[in-house]
Nanobody, 115 residues
C-alpha cells in the first residue's frame, strides 16, 4: 500500500524554524518526484517545493531563500527545512509523490507561525 506520512509540524514563533519530514512506503521512492504543498484557510493548495529523482529542486517564490527541500533515498524520506518563518506560512502542509502522472498525497500536517 502506497503511503506518505508527514511529521514535524507544529507551532513556532515568527523567525523560527521547523523541519518537516515525509516518510514514504509501498513505492519505489528514488524514481519519484517528491513535493511539498500547502493550503491556507480559504486558499487553494499551492506548491512550496519539489525535488525530482535526479535531485533537481524547484521552489515557489515565497519559499526561495528560506526553505530547503531534500531527500534521503536510503530512508525513503523527503524533508522540508523551513527557516525565517512568517505568519503567512501558516497552513496545512502536504507531502506529494508523483511518477508518470500518478500522484499520492499525505494526510497533511499543520504548521502555525505566530507573530
Amino acid at each position: 500500500q502506497v503511503q506518505l506520512v508527514e511529521s514535524g509540524g507544529g507551532l513556532v514563533q515568527a523567525g523560527g524554524s521547523l523541519r518537516l519530514s515525509c516518510a514514504a512506503s509501498g513505492m519505489f521512492f528514488s524514481i519519484r518526484t517528491m513535493g511539498w504543498y500547502r493550503q491556507a484557510p480559504g486558499k487553494q493548495r499551492e506548491l512550496v517545493a519539489s525535488i525530482n529523482s535526479s535531485g533537481s529542486t524547484n521552489y515557489a517564490d515565497s519559499a526561495k531563500g528560506r526553505f530547503t527541500i531534500s531527500r534521503d533515498n536510503a530512508k525513503n524520506t523527503v524533508y522540508l527545512q523551513m527557516n525565517s518563518l512568517k505568519p503567512e506560512d501558516t497552513a496545512v502542509y502536504y507531502c506529494n509523490s508523483r511518477y508518470v502522472g500518478i500522484e499520492t498525497w499525505g494526510q497533511g500536517i499543520q504548521v502555525t507561525v505566530s507573530s
